[in-house]
């Protein structure tokens, strides 16, 4: 349950951090992690932190549990292979994504803003999972509650070791 890493947001997720843990690829969530949930315009940060790591030779892949247009739209803005309708924290769409992105499972990272879906779907592949807050808060009043144990659990970690 608990993530192997957490960061405030994507941007402070450097190449450097990613070649230390020896990761080569990266599954992304988009909402509230890339782009906020309610809207679709993405940053030109969002834009240049993809293409450094491009650049940098990393495999990637979108997952989400959203809608399958709007996954495809940011796919292609991204110009990034993606998969809609993931249904997070099942195994099936992680599968996918991981012979997309033809590596071993310990070099592979998630990157997620929610343990329940993203964390948790990573650690039952064997996936190095990392946290990011959420770019704003959702309204749906379920990941309101899931937030709320969420919070929980992160405090729990903080004090755990
Ligand atoms: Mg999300």
Known sequence: MYPDIYFESIYDIQ???LQ???IKGVIVDIDNTIVPWDNKKLSDEVFNWFKELIENNFELCL???GMSKRVEYF???LDIPAIGKAVKPRKKAFIQAL???DLKRPEIAVIGDQI???ILGGNRMGFTT???DPLIENEFITTKIMRYFERLI???GMYHD
């Open 15 to 17: 190449v450097k951090n």
């Open 130 to 132: 990392i946290l990011v």
């Open 99 to 101: 012979e997309i992105l």
């Open 63 to 65: 997952i989400s549990n």
């Open 75 to 77: 796919s292609n803005q």
């Open 116 to 118: 329940f879906t993203d």
């Open 154 to 156: 992160i405090k729990r």
């Open 20 to 22: 230390e843990m020896n």
